[in-house]
């Protein structure tokens, strides 16, 4: 969700990307939040191919607000150090 909030718009594929998430393991939480109207999944035909892009609705960019921006600013996420820093 904090992806969409930042790119607005996201193709399945750049979505799970940037998540760091496994599609196939992962795929009932994006149903979970379509669900729950947290995020919205379009479908568009581009050629013979489906593309699936996702976008959080506002419900979701409230529950971001709410609940995961002062998580993110209680518990940051630690970056990895790069070997050069070790």
């Known amino acids: 969700m904090m992806a969409l909030t930042k790119y607005g718009e996201l193709n399945q594929t750049k979505l799970v ?3 760091g998430m ?3 393991k992962h795929r009932e ?3 979970d939040l379509e669900r729950k109207n947290l995020i919205a999944k379009e479908e568009k035909l581009w050629g013979k191919k489906t ?3 996702y976008k959080i609705t506002s419900k979701g ?3 971001c607000k709410l609940i995961l921006e002062p998580y993110e600013d209680m518990f940051p996420r630690i970056e990895p150090k790069k ?3 070790i």
């Open 17 to 19: 990307s940037y998540c």
């Open 22 to 24: 496994n599609l196939s």
């Open 29 to 31: 939480i994006l149903h």
């Open 51 to 53: 593309i699936t892009n």
């Open 61 to 63: 960019i409230e529950f």
């Open 83 to 85: 070997e050069e820093e």
